[in-house]
């Protein structure tokens, strides 16, 4: 499993060229202003063409800035900005690894739009132009990992994590990659196992819960899992939520 180049969004394509066309039209400007200031005696004509360069400069800016959110916003799936959550724990043969931490101001690990504060939380902040972008897969690639139906990568604070499906954990045992997502209907929750994990999209939920709790594990095979994201065991404890029993759960399939 390779390094992988994980393609920007549409949104932070735009935001690069917006960042870029403002500082063109800073520095036009500026280098215009220096000019009216070093050059003395200037006819009426140079004045009017350094008037123009501080005008046009600013104009076009803000148009290009306001066309390309009109753009953005009209070819969004989410019909505009989102700020979405979905907790999640991943376990490398029965042991929790955490992602790299943060580092910087942003305090953050990933891209503006898709990222992880040292939270356990995924983030999804901004414009979603197609919802393929709001998938599991997605959010490892921007964290500077992969994700896979035969393994993943994580980046951690004590290195990168690799795991093919196959290789073998400390107790001699193959390991499987598997995923396990918690959803919430009403005040009871449920669990399913992922068959393709890595294209898996986050349900558009801004707290968890309802926002999903997602569980990554690396071990042996199983159907069901025994671990749960903070989120929903406080709840749980709290008398908020409750999980749906094997009997619940056939009895809402055979609605």
Known sequence: MGEEVIAPTLEEIIRSNSIKVVIIASLIIIITVIL???LKNISDGVKKVLFSLIVVPTILATLFMAGSTIYLNFQSSSGGPVHWHADYKIYDCGR?????????????????????????????????????EASLGKFFGFVGGSLHEDGFELPT????????NGDLCQD????????????????????KKLDDPENYILSP????????????????????????????????????????TH????ENHGD
């Open 36 to 38: 009216i200031f070093v």
């Open 96 to 132: 929790e690894v955490n992602l790299v931490d943060p580092e910087g101001f942003s305090n953050k690990v990933g891209s503006s739009t898709f990222h992880e504060h040292n939270d356990d939380r995924i983030h999804v902040e901004g414009v979603v132009s197609d919802p393929s």
């Open 157 to 164: 604070n004590s290195g990168k994590i690799s795991r093919h």
């Open 172 to 191: 001699g045992s193959y390991g499987t990659l598997q995923a396990f997502v918690y959803q919430l209907k009403g005040k009871a929750f449920n669990q």
């Open 205 to 244: 939920e801004g707290n968890v819960p309802p926002g999903d709790c997602i569980i990554i594990e690396f071990g042996s095979v199983k159907e069901k899992t025994d671990k749960l994201c903070d989120s929903y065991k406080l709840q749980k404890q709290k008398g908020n939520l409750q999980e749906e």
């Open 247 to 250: 009997n619940e759960l056939e």
